[in-house]
C-alpha cells in the first residue's frame, strides 16, 4: 500500500515539475509515507508538501494542496486531507484493504517477502562460541537474533550466507586441553592437582572417557578418534575440540540453526592470513614500533588511542585475527556483513574496523555491521537458576529447551530489542494461557483450523472464490481492525530487516493475534448467510496464511490444534 502510494506522490511532483510548479532538475528529497497514529487521520500520512516548499517557493499547505490536486484518480484512495503543517492525509478505500487479502491469498508462503535486498550477497555470524563446553543462554539468545535475521533477509531478497567462526586456538582450547587431560589421569576438580584454568563441568569427564574408549566423533564433516594416550595433549585438544563442536551443532540443531560456513580461527594462521594482514597493514604506513611492540595508529580512524598489535614477545593481540578474518570476508564477496556479539564486546569493534579501514582495500566505512545483544536472567518459581551440573558454572541452552520447548525459547530469547536486558520466566514460557505470548500467537493459527473443522462437521463447504468476492460484507470494527493489521505485514517485514530488529516481528504477531481473538470472541464465523460466512473464513484464512508466514520468519511452528 505504501508503495502504491508513493507512486502516487511521484506522479503528483512530476505533473507540477511539467507546469513548472516545481524546478525540472529538482532532487527528490527522502519524502516518507508512513501509518496515521490515528484513524481519524486517515491511514497513511506523507510529509512531502514540507520538504519541497522551498523549492518550489510556495508554503507547505499551498504546496501540499497544489500535489492532492495533481494526485492521479485511484479506486483505492477514498478521500485526501490536508493537516497541520502541510502533511497529506490519505484515507484509503475499503477495497484497498480487501485487495491486500486477495494478494495474501494469491501469494501464500511468499506474501510478505520482497525484493529490498536486490540480490545482494550478505554475511551474518552469529554464535561463534568457543568450543569449550556446551552452550550456554547467552549463546541461545545469539543463535536466534542471528537466525531469524538471516530469514528476515532472506526474505527481503538478499543472499544470505550464514557463518560460524570457531576459535579453535588460543589460551581457553589449551585449558580445555589440560582439563580432559587431568580426566582422562583420573584427577577431578577436587584435587588439590586440578588444574587453576581447568573447566569443571561433567562434560569434561564425558570427553575424557571417549577419547580413552577410542571413540571417533564427526565434526562438519571431519571424523577425529580418540588416540586414548594421556600423554598426547595435542590428540587430545583435537579430540576435545570435535566433541565439543559436535555436541554444540547438535544443539543448535535442536534449536532450528543452521550454518552455510564454518570458518576456523586456525586456518588464518595455518594459510599466513594473520602475517599476511599485518605486512598490509605495514606496508600501507599505518603502523609504528615503540617498546619492542608493533602498533596500529587506530586514532586515525576513530578509535580513543593506538593499539598493540604484535606484542614484545612476538605474540598478536587478539583483534589482529579478528582484523584478518574480516578481510577474508570481504574478499568472499560479502557485501555487507553482520556480526552477532555479546555486548561485552564493544570495546574490540573499534579497533577492528580501524584495522580494516587502515588496509586500504576498499572496505566501506562502518563495514561490518554489529549488532550487539545483552545478557539474560532466567527465572523459575520467582528465582534465578544459574547452575547447570553437566556446564558446572552456567545454564546451558539445551537445559532451557528442554524445559520451556524450542519454540518457547525462540520467542522469548527474541521478543525484546536486542540492546535490552532480557528476563526469561521459564513458568510463564511453559504456560498455556493468553499471558504467554508464544501460545497467544500460536493458539490464533489453531483455532482458525479449528474453525475450519468445524464448518465441516456441520456441513459447511468453505468457498474460498465467493469469500473474495464478498468481502465488502466485512463493515464491522473487528473486521477493520483485522483487515488493517494484516496489511500491514509486508512494510514490518522490510522494517524489520532493514533496521536489523527481528523483534518487530515478534511483537507485530502478538498484535495481530490479538485483533484475530478479539474478532473471534465478538463473532460467529459460521452463520447461516453464505456469502457472509465465505467472507469471513476467508478473512481468518488469509490471517492464518500471515500467522504461519510471521511465525516462519521467526523460525516458529505454526500448529494446527492445541
Known sequence: MKEQLRDLVLQAIQTLQADATLPADLTLPGFVIERARSREHGDFACNVAMLLAKPARAKPRELADKLVAALPVNELVAKIEIAG???????LAAGAYHAEVRRIMAEGDAYGRSSAGHGKTVGVEFVS???????????GRNA??????????DATGCNVKREYYYNDAGVQIAN???????RARGITPDDSSWPESGYRGDYIADVARAYLDRESVVADGETVTGAGDVDDLDAIRRFAVASLRREQDLDLKAFGVGFDTYFLESSLYSDGKVEETVRELVA??????????????STDYGDDKDRVMRKSDGSYTYFVPDVAYHLSKWQRGYESAITVLGSDHHGSLARVKAGLQALDAGIPKGWPNYVL????????GGEEVKISKRAGSYLTLRDLIDEAGCDATRYFLIARKTDSQLIFD???ARSQSNDNPVYYIQYAHARVCSVLRQAGEKGFTFDLQDGLAHLARLDNEHEQILLTELSKYPELVDAAAANLEPHLVAAWLRELANAFHTYYNSHQFLVEDAALRNARLALVVATRQVLKNGLALLGLSAPESM
Open 426 to 428: 521459564i513458568d510463564l
Open 85 to 91: 503543517p502541510g502533511f497529506i492525509n490519505f484515507f
Open 144 to 153: 536466534v537474533i542471528g537466525d531469524c535475521l538471516s530469514r528476515l533477509l
Open 373 to 380: 545483544y545483552q545478557m539474560i536472567t532466567v527465572m523459575r
Open 176 to 182: 580445555l586441553a589440560i582439563s580432559v587431560q587431568a
Open 284 to 297: 600501507h604506513g599505518h603502523t609504528y614500533e615503540e617498546g619492542g611492540a608493533l602498533w596500529l595508529r
Open 129 to 139: 562460541a568457543n568450543p569449550t563446553g556446551p552452550l550456554h543462554v547467552g549463546h
